[in-house]
T-cell receptor
């Protein structure tokens, strides 16, 4: 992707509820991949989930799922049954393997008991 | 071992001195990336190797060099560090083919230039 935009700077939620994060991308490619990563308190960036542009079904892994709306160039992340340890910065990224990934600025999620 | 390893974890450098950062992986990944991450900014792609082919971003072309002597190792070299190079440097690797593949990141090297 040439550009990835995450407009939500921070979100606070109560434990065990659902949080949704937005991400909009711009790309000239006909085939591309979209990813969500989580940055832990130590700074480590951990891969969460991936969506292939040619797939219509929304990807789901554990309590992470995606809301892929291709006509809107949107790839939202949904975390259900949040836990305290889900508190982190979440990055949306897009691109293809020939160009590397472009990241958004990130959304800080704080989960409170 | 399914991790990307980076050395050192912390690096202190003087302005004008060279810096060499190391990354390794044993997953037989064909692509290795270097990103720069500053606080409150998005990770920025600096360059990446696909096999032995180096691709460098246009705006960082002259600031960073890299080598990949074999499939497992990749280095990032700064010839003359400036204060603006202080950042977290993240190495990632991936395989271009295969379902559910994604670039996996190392723990990063935090570089402080004084």
């Amino acid at each position: 992707a040439q550009k990835v935009t995450q407009t939500q700077t921070s979100i606070s939620v109560v434990e065990k509820t659902t949080v949704t994060m937005d991400c909009v991308y711009e790309t000239r490619d006909s085939s591309y991949f979209l990813f969500w990563y989580k940055q832990t308190a130590s700074g480590e960036i951990v891969f969460l989930i991936r969506q292939d542009s040619y797939k219509k079904e929304n990807a789901t892994v554990g309590h992470y799922s995606l809301n892929f709306q291709k006509p809107k160039s949107s790839i939202g992340l949904i975390i259900t049954a949040t836990q305290i340890e889900d508190s982190a910065v979440y990055f949306c990224a897009g691109g293809n393997y020939a160009q590397g990934l472009t990241f958004g600025l990130g959304t800080r999620v704080s989960v409170f008991p | 071992d399914t991790t990307v390893k980076q050395n050192p974890r912390y690096k202190l450098a003087r302005v004008g001195k060279p810096v060499n950062l190391i990354c390794s992986q044993t997953m037989n990944h064909d692509t290795m990336y270097w990103y720069q991450k500053k606080p409150n900014q998005a990770p920025k792609l600096l360059l990446f190797y696909y096999d032995k082919i180096l691709n460098r971003e246009a705006d960082t072309f002259e600031k960073f060099q890299s080598s990949r002597p074999n499939n497992s190792f990749c280095s990032l070299y700064i010839g003359s560090a400036g204060l603006e190079y202080s950042a977290m440097y993240l190495c990632a690797s991936s395989r271009r083919t295969g379902a559910n593949q994604a670039p996996l990141f190392g723990e990063g090297t935090r570089l402080s230039v004084l």
